[in-house]
């Protein structure tokens, strides 16, 4: 299925908002690490899912430090079983800490809703 995500400006004002909200001033717990510090992790799915919100994760890092660098294992839209990567990061470990919240809480939410969705259009 081939869809176009909202245009890119919303994505970003949506995110700027979210980060406003969960981040505001700064993430102290981030400040405990060391500047230079540099993170590797992954994004694994505990359930089964339809991926939904790529665009909103990116963009999350993208405001926070453009040298964090995602990688999809994944497409919006495809089945995510129980276990699986959905994608990893790397990068600078404040920027990814102060940004994982918000990006995940828009993937658990957007992947939620098109995982019911798809539940409805199934039966």
């Known amino acids: 299925m081939d869809f176009s995500?909202?245009?890119p400006a919303l994505i970003a004002g949506d995110v700027k908002r979210a980060l406003a909200e969960d981040v505001g001033a700064g993430d102290l717990?981030?400040?405990?690490?060391?500047p230079d510090a540099r993170l590797q992790t992954r994004v694994l799915c505990r359930d089964y899912a339809v991926?939904?919100?790529?665009?909103?994760?990116?963009?999350?890092?993208?405001?926070?430090?453009?040298g964090i660098a995602v990688q999809w294992q994944l497409a919006d839209g495809e089945v995510i079983q129980a276990g699986d990567e959905v994608c990893s990061l790397a990068g600078p470990a404040r920027a990814i800490l102060s940004g994982e919240r918000t990006a995940l809480n828009f993937l658990q939410t957007l992947?939620?809703?098109?995982?019911?969705?798809?539940?409805?259009?199934?039966a």
């Open 5 to 7: 995500p909202p245009d």
């Open 51 to 66: 991926l939904c919100g790529r665009p909103w994760f990116d963009e999350t890092f993208r405001q926070l430090d453009e």
């Open 111 to 122: 992947s939620g809703t098109a995982t019911k969705t798809r539940e409805y259009v199934d």
């Open 29 to 34: 717990t981030a400040g405990l690490l060391a």
